[in-house]
């Protein structure tokens, strides 16, 4: 039964926002600020959020496209627990709502640390997982889905995991997040290929289905492009290390993925490793990201 639950979670993906938290945090250690107890508060509250996302998404997308969906991988298509009447749908439901109650209690604890900011931070993230799936917004239904996930996963969570170690603000620390937001917006617009023919006859207008396939491999290949040249932009225009520059050791497998992409585009079965390296490619690049500013704090 625990497998069954591990599956709803869809737990893989929980790499995309802590990876971020973890690049925000080494951020504030290159400059001389970092705790191992508020970390792993923003740890617990970030990736408690997204897996109560994951659980809301399952069961909005169990009333759509999700049973008309034939196409299944890996990496897309819902967890399918509903779909296989593994649990309930309010059982899902619940079980997202648990999730995100842990993670306001995160926040609340932060508050009570004297980080007063977290509840902004983390009621714009609650927000962006509610508007994402929920009715009426749904806007991963209506084309603004990528937007909404590349805000909530790259520069809210660097903005807000900065915030907590800190105790500052600043606009660096918001822009630091665009690489990480470029590619798990990645991931979502890979993982949309397969789901296309039933998203579209569920009415679920995502940007692949409004777009078309072809055209649609244009668009991941420009968002991965923005991810790395915004690292470049981070180190000429804002003034961040220059050894983060070490990110660009992934752009490898953000360069296969692409290659697949564009000759298994309207394979769902083949694309399944493409779907795999742009997963890859973002904890890579956050790892590496990390990596890159650990060593400025001593290297310089």
């Known amino acids: 039964m625990i497998g069954v639950y591990l599956k709803a979670l869809r737990a893989p993906f929980l790499m995309g926002s802590l990876v971020t938290v973890t690049v925000a945090a080494a951020y504030a250690f290159s400059k001389g600020s970092f705790s191992p107890a508020l970390f792993g508060l923003t740890l617990l509250g970030v990736g408690s959020l997204h897996l109560g996302a994951n659980l809301l998404n399952d069961y909005y997308d169990a009333r759509g496209s999700d049973p008309i969906n ?107 997040g665009f690489p990480q937001g470029f590619l798990v917006a990645a991931i979502i617009w890979i993982n949309e290929f397969p789901d296309y023919e039933a998203d579209r006859k569920a009415g679920k207008r995502t940007l692949v289905v409004r777009l078309g396939l072809r055209s649609s491999c244009y668009g ?39 290659k697949i992409l564009w000759k298994q585009y309207r394979s769902h079965e083949r694309l399944v490793p493409a779907q795999a390296m742009t997963i890859q490619t973002v904890i890579a690049n956050g790892l590496l990201l990390s990596l890159g500013f650990v060593l400025s704090r001593y290297i310089g």
């Open 220 to 258: 991941y290949c420009v968002i991965v492009l923005c991810a790395f040249v915004s690292t470049i932009l981070l180190v000429g225009a804002v003034g961040m290390p220059y050894l983060i520059m070490v990110s660009f050791a992934s752009l490898p497998l953000a360069l296969k993925a692409t």
């Open 70 to 176: 034939l196409r299944l991988t890996p990496f897309s298509g819902g967890s399918r627990v509903i779909q296989e009447g593994k649990l309930s749908a309010m059982t899902v439901l619940l079980l997202g709502a648990a999730f995100l109650a842990v993670g306001i209690g995160s926040g609340i604890c932060l508050v009570i640390l004297e980080r007063p900011w977290v509840l902004i931070f983390g009621g714009l993230g609650l927000f962006a997982g509610w508007v994402y799936s929920a009715s009426p917004f749904q806007y991963m239904s209506k084309g603004l889905g990528e937007l909404v996930i590349f805000f909530a996963f790259g520069p809210l969570i660097t903005l807000g995991a900065y915030y907590v170690m800190t105790d500052s603000v600043n606009w660096s620390a918001f822009v630091l």
